[in-house]
């Protein structure tokens, strides 16, 4: 987040610059892009069955012997300290092992924060965990209790009597925008970024708009609670975590307890949903801390409302976005600045204003985010941070210059559609949002929307429809290794450290492998969630999958160059050259003369070998620096408004994607309308409600806090343009969360088309529309 | 007495606060079973009883003594996928799979309470037989949560079973 931050990353790309294009990756395009195998086919997931049948394992589901169970305590006050501190009742409660406290807790140093500098790090807070008496937030833990069973612990953590000498506490998001923090750096890219004089040319432009968008705090709420179960056998300590990132979590583990990262084992094999909240918190360092203390394997769940008190979620934001245009409609000026929330401990920025960077070319603009420093609990990334709510905003904007202009939204968007990156210069290798646009408004009957607002009716209900751009980038992470085994009996086993929690990790990687390897589906297996595999990058910013896509292809390559050499002067393919060959039909063939092949079986057999086997790190990630690699969608809304209660349902919703290659239609279709669903919700229903007053969390419950249920989902409609980005490995950016981006705005849009009321606060409850 | 968990008989609990979620998750080592919010408002913990759906994390355990249960362990028989467990896999009604056998057990029940003629409050027509219609699934489906998002495959799923069931 630094200058020097700034000057290093402009340092490499200027030196990128110069690289010729032919040595970065995909200077030639991936040999399978556009092959009909494996890929793109509609396999159902592997591990569906375990899932319909309840056998997938959880964290919380792990029977250990001797298991005790954990409760936590949680400060009710923002700020203070600890006065009076009396666990006598807890401790002499019925079945209770012990009870954890700042007093008893071994020594700990917080672990690294996240940043973009140590990829390995990934706190999300750098507050001490019960070190002191001080408090520093509304639900921060205070104090665990073990007990022979959760109802055990859980009476016992309500007989912790706990005093605090209040302080102040700043709760206010408007008052602390006196004092707002001005970062260097938002993630990768410079904070502050100009061109020209965007104020004056919004001054003199023919059309414009100017105005401030809101959008609450949010919380992920992933049906599966967080949850830890620890074992400490000996030296060696066992994690089953829920996490998000099995690799790191180990390593941060080991590195806080002191012990080698060998002797760390942290087992993760099934998420039940993380949305960037099944990352690493307090709650797993003070499991493993009661663990060591009690020598008891330990499980500890927070309860939903621990969740929410002891788990940031998505930062609430003020944004406030102003474009000027010509005549024609042409951006002179796009201005996109703000507030988000990020305490002085915390370490995600909400970066708002990113996807803005990169949808619109405008003579003059800027980008600016600040950080207000509030006393709650620390925020942290959640399903497509900053673009979801930017594009609130940004998007919102666009319509209401549109409707201004008297110009149709998505002609209005397509007059500005860049042809380099608007800031970086850098190419797009594969953008085709336009074309996403045609082919959505075609398939939802666009032409049937009234431009006038209010003009369609049916009975109580006012009817209108709208649409917004989404947007999110490519990322491929370095570091993404696997281990690769290739049998005699032609069966392959690929292995990493990888997470699973609805995406079709297993499933999409097996297809992949298939066809790289020249096997069925059926012969390839995908091992995952275990830290003693080699590393994967943590499930985060999209990127799992293309990360393990470019280690998976590096390995194959290896795998080649083994195989030759074991190949002998008898082998059919002797003499061959690594790239004079492919893996096909189960053997090596010669690309130029396929009569030239042996298959795997009797190669490693003439050899000797019952198996093969080979670990490989993908390729720096070079790419991302060096192009504009972003995926866009276009997305279209239609939906009623009560006149009587103001209430919106949506009876339609389309997304029409451009993320290049689609690796499994029918995992893919899922996760698209995942995010578009959690769309739904960020605009319509869900807010984490802080009582400005306490920084208290006031619906820290499901019944409170409103996620969409079955009768808020309509039938949803995905399409894609399915054009290959030809520098990703398979052609494929990323499908994760760039579903949430858009949805706000479109339903927005919406809104406004049906009433002609243009609401800029999310969400959009009823009371705004009355 | 005795409380039969898909088909087998276990004593009711000692502890009369235990629920019958802790039961099964803890005593039984079903975990099949899912606690997502220990308040009744998720649904990811819902199980039969004698074929009703209940919540089991707002059951107690010594509410079903002599009773049956039925949780997703047991839905399917002899070995086999239940038709909603296919249905599910094939329609891609889940994700991360963590609210899927709440899912399914509502779904099975749900089923049932159509068939048995239970209106909901989007019945227009009291007197007539109910149609199974996505409108009616999506009602009486909305007490099970999900957040991946699978909505449209569930609804998907439980619609194709019902038009099996029904020729």
């Not at chain 1, 032919?22 to 200077?27: A, D, E, N, Y």
């Not at chain 2, 249905?87 to 709440?102: E, V």
Request: proline share 5%; with cysteine; charged share 20%.
């Amino acid at each position: 987040m630094s200058r020097l931050q700034n000057v290093m990353i402009a340092s490499l790309r200027t030196v990128l610059g110069w690289v010729p294009d032919r040595w970065l990756p995909g200077s030639r395009p991936d040999a399978l892009i556009g092959r009909v195998a494996a890929v793109g086919r509609h396999d159902v997931r592997v591990d569906g069955r375990a899932k319909v049948t309840g056998t997938a394992r959880f964290a919380a589901e792990v029977a250990m012997d001797r298991l005790c169970y954990a409760a936590l305590v949680h400060s009710t006050v923002a700020r203070g300290r600890i006065a009076r501190l009396d666990t006598t009742a807890a401790q002499a409660a019925p079945g209770v092992v012990l009870v954890l406290t700042h007093r008893n807790m071994p020594r700990l140093a917080p672990p690294d924060l996240i940043g973009v500098s140590n990829l390995s790090a990934i706190g999300n807070s750098s507050l001490p965990v019960l070190q002191d008496a001080d408090v520093r937030y509304d639900g921060q833990i205070v104090a665990a209790v073990l007990a022979e069973t959760q109802l055990q612990a859980d009476h016992a953590a309500s007989l912790v009597r706990v005093d605090y000498a209040r302080a102040d506490a700043r709760t206010r998001f408007e008052q602390a925008k006196a004092d707002a923090r001005t970062p260097a750096s938002i993630l990768i890219e410079k904070n502050h970024e100009t061109k020209g004089d965007a104020d004056r040319a919004l001054a003199q432009a023919a059309h414009a708009v100017d105005a401030v968008y809101t959008t609450p705090a949010l919380n992920h709420n992933a049906i599966e609670l967080h949850a830890v179960t620890v074992d400490w056998q000996d030296d060696a300590l066992i994690v089953h975590d829920a996490t998000q990132m099995v690799a790191a979590t180990a390593a941060t583990i080991a590195r806080l307890f002191g012990l080698k990262k060998e002797q760390v084992r942290v087992f993760s094999p099934f998420v039940g949903g993380g949305f960037g909240g099944k990352g690493f918190w307090d709650h797993q360092i003070v499991a493993v801390a009661a663990s060591k203390i009690a020598r008891r394997p330990v499980r500890l769940v927070l309860t939903r409302e621990g969740v929410y008190r002891s788990v940031g979620g998505r930062s609430p934001s003020e944004q406030r976005v102003a474009i000027g245009a010509d005549a024609d409609g042409r951006f002179t000026a796009l201005v996109h600045t703000g507030y988000s929330v990020m305490p002085a401990y915390a370490a995600c920025p909400e970066q708002f204003t990113l996807g803005s960077r990169v949808l619109y070319r405008a003579a003059n603009v800027e980008f600016l985010q600040r950080h207000l420093d509030l006393d709650v609990v620390p925020n942290t990334f959640m399903r497509a941070p900053g673009e979801a709510i930017g594009t609130f905003a940004l998007e919102s904007a666009i319509d209401e210059l549109a409707q201004a202009m008297g110009l149709d939204p998505i002609e209005l968007r397509r007059r500005n559609e860049p042809e380099r990156h608007p800031i970086h210069g850098h190419p797009f290798p594969q953008r085709a949002l336009t074309k996403a646009y045609a082919d959505g408004a075609q398939r939802f009957g666009w032409t049937r929307r009234a431009a006038e607002p209010g003009a369609r009716r049916d009975g109580e209900w006012r009817i209108g429809m709208g649409c917004a751009t989404g947007t999110y980038p490519y990322t491929r992470m370095p570091g993404a290794t696997v281990r690769l085994t290739l049998r005699r009996d032609g069966t392959a086993t690929v292995a990493s450290s990888a997470q699973e929690m609805g995406m079709g990790t297993a499933t999409v990687q097996i297809q992949h492998a298939a066809d790289r390897l020249g096997l069925t589906t059926e012969a390839v297996s995908f091992e995952l969630g275990d830290s003693m595999l080699p590393p994967a990058p943590f499930a985060g910013g999209s990127g799992q999958t293309a990360s393990l896509l470019g280690a998976v292809t590096a390995a194959v390559k290896e795998l080649i160059a083994e195989l030759l050499k074991l190949a002998g002067n008898d082998s059919p393919v002797a003499g061959l050259r690594a790239d004079e060959v492919q893996l096909i039909d189960g053997s090596v063939a010669g690309i130029a003369d396929a009569s030239r092949r042996e298959r795997f079986q009797s190669l490693l057999a003439r050899a000797g070998r019952d198996d093969l086997t080979v670990t490989a790190t993908g390729n720096l990630p070079l790419e991302m620096l060096r192009f504009a690699m972003h995926s866009y969608s276009a997305i279209f809304c239609e939906l009623r408004v009560s006149d009587v209660t103001g209430e919106v349902r949506v009876d339609r919703l389309l997304g029409s994607f451009d993320c290049g290659t689609i690796l499994n239609p029918r995992t893919a279709a899922s996760q698209f309308k995942g995010g578009m669903i959690m769309g739904l919700g960020l605009a319509l229903t869900e807010e984490t409600l802080f009582d400005a007053r306490n920084g208290r969390i006031m619906n820290a419950t499901l019944a409170d806090y409103h996620v969409p249920s079955h009768l808020d989902v309509p039938e949803i409609e995905v399409m894609w343009t399915g054009i290959p980005d030809p520098r990703s490995p398979l052609g494929a950016r990323g499908i994760g969360e760039i579903g949430i981006t858009g949805v706000a705005a479109a339903v927005a849009n919406a809104v406004f088309n049906a009433t002609g009321r243009r609401v800029r606060e999310l969400p959009i409850t009823l009371d705004k529309l009355l | 007495m005795a409380i039969r968990i898909n088909g087998s008989d276990v004593a009711p609990p000692t502890d009369p606060r235990t629920s019958l979620l802790d039961l099964l998750r803890d005593g039984a080592g079903l975990t099949g079973t899912k606690v997502g919010c220990n308040q009744g408002a998720c649904g990811a913990c819902t199980v039969l009883v004698d074929g009703t759906r209940v919540l089991s994390c707002l059951t107690l355990a010594v509410q079903v003594d002599g009773r049956s249960v039925t949780t997703i362990e047991g839905l399917g028989s002899g070995g086999g996928l239940h038709p909603l467990q296919r249905a599910f896999i094939d329609c891609d009604g889940l994700q991360c799979g963590y609210c899927t056998p709440g899912q399914i057990c509502a779904a099975a029940a749900m089923l049932e309470e159509i068939a048995a003629g239970v209106p909901s409050y989007l019945t227009a027509d009291l007197s007539a037989p109910i149609p199974v219609s996505r409108d009616e699934i999506r009602e009486r489906m909305s007490g099970n949560l999900c957040r991946c998002g699978a909505h449209n495959g569930i609804v998907d799923a439980i619609l194709r079973v019902a038009r099996e069931q029904t020729p």
